[in-house]
Each structure stands twice: as structure tokens, then as C-alpha cells.
């Protein structure tokens, strides 16, 4: 590491009189170029209250113009934000301090109409707890789009811990009800009910009052056990799947365990151990194999991590080794199971090095590929006379270029052996730091048309459009659109905590129709291909919750399993530092 690139490079914090941060100041330097400096200041405006009123990034800054602009109420509460990048909204709070009002997407624009929320409470004599969200598109009826239903203190509640609270939850993708809670605040049983038509995206929801007439009559219902600190101690998913986990006596994760409905039970996690400061040393996992984490001694930074397969057919599958900057930035990754090759006068090392800037910007990455590895969408053949395997491996380059907001500009590729290069160009507003790929808008001036009000952007890619819910979520991409016929698309669903619960694609092909659900379960995904009608497969995909650092699934098929797979196998995907996953095994380690 190259020490003089960051030398003086200090973050530099100006305030006023009154102790106010006005100004914040950082040095750029970049490895190619370290005796240049380049000062960046961010400014920030108060009002005479002390509130903040305005900030400004450096890039902005040069055009006159600022990211954020606020305006307060005498109690400091934001009630005007105008964001370069998130448009303009408002936000109103009751006396109490409740959300009340709030208008955003605030723009002219017919196709993006302002959408208006709005929160009722219960009255004065109860505790005040809300009780439905109502939506309104400006030139639109007003729709209830959530609705809560809270327990009575009546025996019946009483008997399951329910009592004061919301039993029923009427969402945008139908109704969640909760059961019975824990004395400990642990939801015991929980069932989802989907609206009718939930796959048909023109369905709107409007719950005037607790109306299940336009509910699927079928609820999807998952129970929980707790021991008596709210740890999860067993779980059933909505298929009757059944999870079990134990503690130590520190709580930590001991063991899991998976029964599979009708089936034995199997073991997911059977052993781990932990440092004095909690920290992960060994675990032993069902298919046989063993992580072992080591962490530097003045740092507790991760080290290394180990999987292997111990006793017969012993192996060592991944054994990954960190380096680390003096910040804690990883500046090398080693993988020690694999070997180093020599392909084309190269050596080919399992290493993946990072160089930062002075502002810890990611500038360059170094790693090994395929040789055989394009390009997505790439359709230039490899150069003549190469011949390629699974075991060919070439190095690449891939360097990172930023302006001076700290977005991201250009991505280049470099494999030199092997003639896979290429660049991403990536093209900024010059009045917002919204962006999008080059190949949708080479000009800076004609990057905002591809954005909505509020900053969603309106195209994937050339030819993809994308829409969003009034909520802000994404509603749907359409990947291909056709002059005559359907199009193709893709439309989600979100419970009331904005997270996905269904997902229904459409793509047409030789006179058919052929339809994907995704429905979206605590712990389990509901998978249903149908053609014209007709089931193609029908699949559960169950996701052990407690699997220490791997992630196992289980792939259970009702029907249209396809020939070459085992039904009911488990997948267990071991992951990096950062949770991605690098390695794939069985069941049985293999």
C-alpha cells in the first residue's frame, strides 16, 4: 500500500459560531496520480433557529446548485424536502407527533401524478393506535390501502396474548393475521391470505372496512415456538416443514435441525463453538463438513475461513485468506484450496487484490476469470486457436472511475489473454446524481427524462421500462414490449412492511401463455409454472433459517420435477466475507 497517497489527507470538519458543521472537507488523491490533490467541500446552511436548511455536494456545488434543501417547524421537524435526486415532498406530523400527511412525486407530469397519504388514529378515549393509511393519486379517488384491526381486551385475546394488539393487517397484498403472540413479544402464529386475482396487476386494493369477501378463502399460516427469552426454539412454515434450533447457555446458536413434512429429521447445524468475545471458531454442518474462522489478535478483523470435508474423501473446499488496510478496507482475498495455474505465459494466482483512493473508493480490482467468460450479450467469438476446460483460468483488471460526488462513472474490464474487454460507461445528471448506462442516455442532459418526480428510475435497459407502486416500490418490468399481442412482464406484490410476498411473470411464446408465481413465506417460496392453464411444476423451496455461515435450501418438487435432480436434496451455499456465495455443496458434502 502506497502510505504517501493518504498522507494529509484528513477529514476536516468547519463549524460556525454556534458549533454548526458549515463545511466538510476531504483530500482525493488516486493511486495513478498521488501527487495531485483534489480538495472536496461539502456546505451545509442553517437557519437562525440552528436547523439544518441546506446541503451541497462539490460536483453540485459548480453548478449552482443544492442536493438537499429543507424547511423546519419551530420544533425542528422537517416538513419541506427538496432533493436533487428524490424530488420535492411534504411531510405533517399531529400534535402527538404522528405521521398525518404526506404529498411526494410533486410534478407536473400527467404519467406521474403527485400521490397524497394520509394516517386515522383512533379517538381521544382509546390510546391512539393507527388504524388505516389511505392513498390518493392526484386526479384519482382516494383508496384505503392498508387497514388495522386491534384486539379487545376479551378473554379469548387474553387467552393468546393478544390483547391491544393488531390481529389484523389488511395490505396492498392482502391480510396478514396474527393468532397469538409470546409473552415476550414473539409472534407464535401467523397466517397470510393473498388477495383474489393478486396475480393480475391491474388488482387494486381499497379496504373500506374488514372485508375478507376479496380474500383467497386459503391463509397461509406459519408457527413459531419461543423459550423464555424470545429465542426461536422451533418453526413450522406454511407447507408444515419443520425447523428446530438449540442455545448455549450464552444463547448462541448450538445446533438446527430440518424434518421436512412426512419426512425424518436431519441435521442442519450439529455443532458450534465461539471465542471469549462471541465470535464463530468452528462449525460442523450435517453434510459432513467443517468451518474453522480465524481472526487477527489486535484487530478480532475475520482472517481466514476454512471448509472442509474431514474423515473419508477428506478435502479442503475453500480456505479463504484476508488482508486488510489499516482502516479495515480488505485489500486482498487468497483462496488457498484452489491452485495456482499457468495458462498463456501467465501465472494465475486464486487472489483477488483491491486498490483504493484516498477517499476509499474502490478504484481497482485484480482476480482471476474463465477463460471462456464473455461479456453478457458479448457476441465476438474468442480469438482463433485458443482452446478452453473448466480448469482455464486467465487474469483480469477491472478499474473504477467516480466524479467528484462520488458516483460512479466508468467500469473497465481487462483481460488481456483472452481479449475479453470492454467498458461500462455510466452517465450522470448534471442537476442530479441520478445515472444510467450509456446505452440509454449518452447526453447528461437527457438522463432526468428516464427518471420519475420522486427518482425511480423509468428503463432498465433499452427497451425495458419499469413501473413503481404509488408507495415507492417497484410494481413492474416489462422486458419485452410488442407492438401487437401481450407484452412480457414481471409484477410484484408488498406486505405492509414493504417487503416482497408475490411475484408474477408472464412471457408469451408459440400462441401460449406460460405464467410463474413466486409466492414469499417466512422460510419457505411457493413456485408455480403454468402453461395456458396447465401445471408445469410445482415447487417448494424451503431456506433453513438457522444454518451458521452457509445458507441451505431445500428443493422440494410436487410436481414437474425435472429428471436429472433428486427431489427433497439440500443445497448448502458457503459464503465469503461480504455474504456472497462461492461455494455449493449437497447434502452429503459432495
Same mark, same amino acid.
Given at each position: ?5 493518504? $498522507? ?5 470538519? *468547519?463549524?460556525?459560531n ?16 498521488? %501527487?495531485?490533490? @483534489? ?5 451545509h446552511?442553517h ?6 436548511? %441546506?446541503?451541497t ?20 421537524? =422537517? ?29 407536473? @407530469? ?20 393507527p ?23 376479551t ?13 389484523r393487517?389488511? /395490505?396492498t ?8 403472540? +409470546? ?8 397466517? #397470510?391470505?393473498?388477495?383474489? /386475482?393478486?396475480?393480475n396487476?391491474?388488482? =387494486? ?26 429465542a ?46 462471541? %465470535?464463530?471458531?468452528?462449525?460442523e454442518?450435517?453434510n ?9 489478535p489486535?484487530?478480532?478483523?475475520l482472517? +481466514?475461513?476454512?471448509?472442509e470435508? %474431514? ?10 485468506r ?8 480488505? =485489500? ?35 482476480? #482471476? ?28 483488471t ?58 425511480q ?14 408507495g ?27 417487503? #416482497? ?30 402453461? $395456458?392453464?396447465? *401445471? ?12 451458521g #455461515? ?13 429428471? @436429472? ?5 439440500l443445497?448448502?451455499?458457503?459464503? /465469503? ?7 455449493? =455443496?449437497d447434502?452429503?458434502?459432495?
Amino acid at each position: 500500500m502506497n502510505i504517501s497517497l493518504f $498522507s494529509n489527507t484528513p477529514t476536516v470538519t *468547519v463549524s460556525d459560531n454556534r458549533g454548526l458543521p458549515v463545511r466538510n472537507v476531504v483530500y482525493h488523491r488516486h493511486p495513478d496520480t498521488p %501527487q495531485v490533490t @483534489d480538495t472536496r467541500i461539502t456546505y451545509h446552511r442553517h437557519d437562525a433557529r440552528g436547523f439544518l436548511a %441546506q446541503s451541497t455536494d462539490p460536483r453540485l456545488r459548480e453548478a449552482g446548485l443544492a442536493n438537499f434543501t429543507y424547511l423546519t417547524s419551530l420544533s425542528g421537524e =422537517v416538513l419541506r424536502t427538496q432533493s436533487v435526486d428524490a424530488g420535492t415532498s411534504l411531510a405533517l406530523s399531529d400534535v402527538a407527533g404522528r405521521p398525518c400527511l404526506t404529498l411526494h412525486n410533486l410534478s407536473p @407530469d400527467k404519467d406521474d401524478p403527485p400521490v397524497t397519504c394520509t394516517w386515522q388514529y383512533e379517538d381521544a378515549s382509546l390510546p391512539g393506535r393507527p388504524l388505516s393509511v389511505t392513498q390518493q393519486l392526484a386526479g384519482a379517488p382516494a383508496r384505503i390501502v392498508e387497514r388495522l384491526v386491534w384486539a379487545a381486551p376479551t378473554p379469548q385475546a387474553q387467552a393468546q396474548n393478544l390483547a391491544g394488539q393488531c390481529i389484523r393487517h389488511y /395490505d396492498t397484498a392482502g391480510l396478514e393475521r396474527t393468532n397469538s403472540i +409470546a409473552l415476550t413479544g414473539v409472534p407464535l402464529s401467523v397466517a #397470510r391470505q393473498l388477495l383474489k /386475482d393478486a396475480d393480475n396487476p391491474d388488482t =387494486v386494493v381499497d379496504w373500506l372496512d374488514e372485508d375478507d369477501a376479496g380474500l383467497e378463502p386459503s391463509a397461509h399460516t406459519t408457527l413459531t415456538t419461543a423459550d423464555a427469552t424470545g429465542a426461536v426454539l422451533s418453526t413450522q412454515d406454511a407447507a408444515g416443514h419443520k425447523q428446530r434450533m438449540r442455545y448455549d447457555m450464552a444463547g448462541q446458536l448450538a445446533g438446527s435441525w430440518l424434518t421436512l413434512k412426512g419426512g425424518t429429521e436431519q441435521v442442519i447445524v450439529k455443532s458450534l463453538s465461539y471465542s471469549a468475545a462471541g %465470535q464463530k471458531l468452528r462449525e460442523e454442518h450435517g453434510n459432513g463438513l467443517v468451518t474453522t474462522y480465524t481472526y487477527e489478535p489486535k484487530t478480532q478483523r475475520l482472517a +481466514a475461513i476454512k471448509t472442509e470435508r %474431514q474423515g473419508s474423501g477428506a478435502k479442503v473446499l475453500q480456505d479463504l485468506r484476508y488482508a486488510y488496510d489499516p482502516v479495515g478496507n480488505v =485489500v486482498s482475498v487468497r483462496n488457498d484450496a484452489e491452485a495456482t495455474r499457468f495458462w498463456r505465459n501467465q501465472k494465475v494466482v486464486p487472489e483477488n487484490t483491491y486498490a483504493y483512493d484516498s477517499l476509499y473508493q474502490l478504484v481497482s480490482a485484480t482476480g #482471476r476469470e474463465m477463460a471462456d467468460a464473455r461479456r453478457q450479450g458479448q457476441g465476438r467469438d474468442h480469438p482463433a486457436l485458443i482452446a478452453f476446460d473448466d480448469a482455464t483460468y486467465t487474469r483480469y483488471t477491472r478499474t473504477y472511475t467516480y466524479d467528484r460526488a462520488g458516483n460512479l462513472a466508468q467500469i473497465r474490464h481487462r483481460a488481456p489473454a483472452t481479449g475479453n474487454s470492454y467498458t461500462t460507461d455510466i452517465t450522470v445528471s448534471e442537476r442530479s446524481n441520478r445515472a444510467v448506462l450509456s446505452s440509454l442516455a449518452k447526453d447528461p442532459t437527457e438522463v432526468e427524462t428516464l427518471f420519475n418526480a420522486s427518482g425511480q428510475q423509468r428503463m432498465l435497459l433499452p427497451g425495458q421500462s419499469l413501473a413503481w407502486t404509488p408507495g415507492g416500490e417497484l410494481a413492474q418490468v416489462t422486458p419485452i414490449k410488442r407492438d401487437s399481442g401481450a407484452d412480457d412482464h414481471e409484477h410484484y406484490r408488498y406486505d405492509n412492511a414493504r417487503q #416482497r410476498v408475490l411475484k408474477t411473470s408472464a412471457q408469451q411464446a408459440a400462441r401460449t401463455t406460460q405464467t410463474q408465481n413466486v409466492l414469499y413465506l417466512p422460510g419457505l417460496e411457493l413456485r408455480r409454472t403454468l402453461s $395456458s392453464g396447465k *401445471v408445469l411444476e410445482d415447487l417448494q423451496v424451503i431456506t433453513v433459517g438457522e444454518a451458521g #455461515r452457509a445458507q441451505v435450501r431445500v428443493l422440494h418438487w410436487l410436481a414437474g420435477k425435472p429428471t @436429472d435432480i433428486t427431489n427433497d436434496q439440500l443445497r448448502y451455499s458457503y459464503d /465469503d466475507q461480504t455474504g456472497s456465495g462461492a461455494l455449493e =455443496v449437497d447434502g452429503a458434502g459432495g
